[in-house]
């Protein structure tokens, strides 16, 4: 490992300006993929997924990386070699698909990053101020976002095996293609995903970078934090089943409108996840039949519940599914809740957040450490190597939106970070 003082140097000592526009000329050239008047668009195993592996492919080359897509759909550039079977590299990067109409920042941020990493470790061995001695991977990891087929981390949890292959194979998307299918239409073979050993032993550690998805690093005054752990968090359907009738003729006192105790629960949702300091959003329901002059008879719900632990989750969903099955008998409306999903608690590796702390403080840089509520390949991959992330500070701290933004300085400080942190790991003894 590279000494602390030599490593902070190198962060230090980046071209601002250089790097820059180099970030905004990959930026442009990332634009022209997926990105429509609403936001952007770009979903697995479709004309943008393979436009975006070749815009990762030409990136790569342009560097004399050496690139390699996995079983399950990951896609890595090693600087210094692909690490033979049984070695071990560095990785770092995040993701490039996105949500839908999603933003631009969420998951690209963090693969720019890597590159600029590369670019800024391989000018300074040229120079004779560094020496790599272990492979440094950037990495594209499948389906992060879920969007597609509804597991979100797809490429992640098929790796570490979080996900049986079966029923990763059988997932199917809004016009009911499967994976299978979608992975063969797009020259890849379904029949060999799963979990990964040799892969993650490659991997060795990972750094990923991603902008912060919330205002914590704002009301610290940090451009960069250390993600501490990530909340744990779930999803659960809430099914309301009624009876359709005349929406004329129907008195009110003799219906049983399913929108009705739904809609009691998503007010009761939002009042328990205030009083717990939670989150609890009921992001996507059907009403059946569906008719502007039929009374509902079915809700489908799907509520996203997340908080600070697994007990206070629980509590969180309990009170949530109370207010539903009591609000459900006054309007006489049967109520089922069902868990879909459920990821604990994640704790970041506390080594490498260590690291990234005192490569900080080597630098004169204040580095918050701050949780985050939301789900990441690095959490899903924690527990089979170590992993963390660096956030970089969002203005807004609006997520999942085209509003997504970061400001130049503060790109260029989480550039900093990954920097010494990527020296300190891969460099020599």
Same mark, same amino acid.
């Given at each position: 490992?590279?000494?602390?003082?030599?490593?902070?140097?190198?962060?230090?000592?980046?071209?601002?300006?250089?790097?820059?526009?180099?970030?905004?000329?990959? #930026?442009?050239? /990332?634009?022209?993929?997926?990105?429509?008047?609403?936001? =952007?668009?770009? *979903?697995? #195993? =479709?004309?943008?997924?393979?436009?975006?592996?070749? #815009?990762?492919?030409?990136?790569?080359?342009?560097?004399?990386?050496?690139?390699?897509?996995?079983?399950?759909?990951?896609?890595?550039?090693?600087?210094?070699?692909?690490? $033979?079977?049984?070695?071990?590299?560095?990785?770092? %990067?995040?993701?490039?698909?996105?949500?839908?109409?999603?933003g631009k920042w969420d998951g690209p941020l963090g693969v720019l990053l890597g590159f600029l990493a590369v670019d800024v470790l391989a000018?300074?061995?040229?120079?004779?101020?560094?020496?790599?001695?272990?492979?440094?991977?950037?990495?594209? *990891?499948?389906?992060? +976002?879920? =969007?597609?087929?509804?597991?979100?981390?797809?490429?992640?949890?098929?790796?570490?095996?979080? /996900?049986?292959?079966?029923?990763?194979?059988?997932?199917?998307? $809004?016009?009911? @293609?499967?994976?299978?299918?979608?992975?063969?239409? $797009?020259?890849?073979?379904?029949?060999?995903?799963?979990?990964?050993?040799?892969?993650?032993?490659?991997?060795?550690?990972?750094?990923?970078?991603?902008?912060?998805?919330?205002?914590?690093?704002?009301?610290?005054?940090?451009?960069?934090?250390?993600?501490?752990?990530? #909340?744990?968090?779930?999803?659960?359907?809430?099914?309301?089943?009624?009876?359709?009738?005349?929406?004329?003729?129907?008195?009110?006192?003799?219906?049983?409108?399913?929108?009705l105790p739904f809609a009691s629960t998503v007010l009761a949702a939002r009042a328990v996840a205030e009083e717990l300091d939670a989150r609890?959003?009921?992001?996507?329901?059907?009403?059946?039949? %569906?008719?502007?002059?039929? @009374?509902?008879?079915?809700?489908?719900?799907?509520?996203?519940?997340?908080?600070?632990?697994?007990?206070?989750?629980?509590?969180?969903?309990?009170?949530? =599914?109370?207010?539903?099955? +009591?609000?459900?008998?006054?309007?006489?409306?049967?109520? !089922?809740?069902?868990?879909?999903?459920?990821?604990?608690?994640?704790?970041?590796?506390?080594?490498?957040?260590?690291?990234?702390?005192?490569?900080? &403080?080597?630098?004169?840089? *204040?580095?918050? +450490?701050?949780? !985050?509520?939301?789900?990441?390949?690095?959490?899903?991959?924690?527990?089979?190597?170590?992993?963390?992330?660096?956030?970089?500070?969002?203005?807004?701290?609006?997520?999942?939106?085209?509003?997504?933004?970061?400001?130049?300085?503060?790109?260029? &400080? %989480?550039?900093?970070? /990954?920097?010494?942190?990527?020296?300190?790991?891969?460099?020599?003894?």
């Amino acid at each position: 490992m590279t000494d602390l003082p030599a490593a902070a140097s190198l962060g230090a000592a980046l071209d601002a300006d250089s790097a820059l526009a180099a970030f905004h000329r990959m #930026w442009a050239d /990332l634009d022209r993929i997926g990105v429509h008047p609403t936001g =952007t668009r770009r *979903y697995s #195993w =479709t004309a943008e997924d393979a436009a975006l592996r070749a #815009w990762f492919t030409a990136q790569a080359s342009a560097r004399g990386m050496e690139v390699h897509t996995d079983a399950n759909g990951n896609i890595r550039a090693w600087w210094g070699g692909r690490p $033979a079977d049984g070695d071990a590299g560095v990785v770092t %990067g995040s993701h490039l698909d996105s949500v839908a109409d999603g933003g631009k920042w969420d998951g690209p941020l963090g693969v720019l990053l890597g590159f600029l990493a590369v670019d800024v470790l391989a000018a300074a061995e040229a120079r004779g101020e560094f020496t790599r001695r272990r492979s440094l991977g950037v990495v594209d *990891y499948m389906d992060e +976002e879920g =969007t597609r087929f509804g597991v979100a981390c797809l490429g992640s949890k098929l790796m570490s095996g979080a /996900l049986d292959p079966d029923k990763a194979r059988g997932l199917t998307d $809004a016009d009911g @293609v499967s994976l299978a299918e979608a992975m063969s239409a $797009a020259g890849a073979d379904p029949d060999r995903i799963g979990r990964d050993d040799v892969e993650i032993i490659r991997s060795g550690v990972q750094v990923e970078v991603h902008i912060e998805q919330g205002r914590q690093l704002v009301g610290l005054e940090a451009p960069v934090g250390v993600t501490s752990a990530i #909340w744990p968090h779930g999803r659960w359907e809430f099914v309301f089943s009624g009876l359709a009738d005349h929406a004329g003729t129907a008195r009110l006192v003799d219906r049983k409108d399913a929108a009705l105790p739904f809609a009691s629960t998503v007010l009761a949702a939002r009042a328990v996840a205030e009083e717990l300091d939670a989150r609890a959003t009921f992001g996507r329901f059907h009403v059946e039949p %569906g008719g502007p002059n039929v @009374v509902p008879a079915r809700v489908v719900a799907l509520l996203d519940a997340r908080a600070a632990t697994d007990g206070v989750l629980t509590e969180l969903v309990d009170r949530i =599914t109370s207010a539903a099955q +009591e609000a459900g008998a006054v309007h006489g409306v049967d109520v !089922t809740v069902s868990r879909i999903s459920h990821a604990p608690v994640v704790e970041f590796d506390e080594e490498l957040r260590e690291l990234h702390g005192k490569l900080a &403080a080597e630098s004169g840089e *204040y580095l918050p +450490e701050v949780p !985050t509520q939301a789900g990441h390949d690095s959490g899903i991959l924690a527990p089979v190597m170590p992993t963390s992330m660096l956030f970089v500070r969002s203005p807004h701290g609006i997520s999942h939106s085209p509003l997504e933004d970061a400001a130049d300085a503060d790109v260029i &400080a %989480g550039l900093r970070a /990954l920097v010494r942190s990527l020296a300190a790991l891969a460099g020599e003894d």
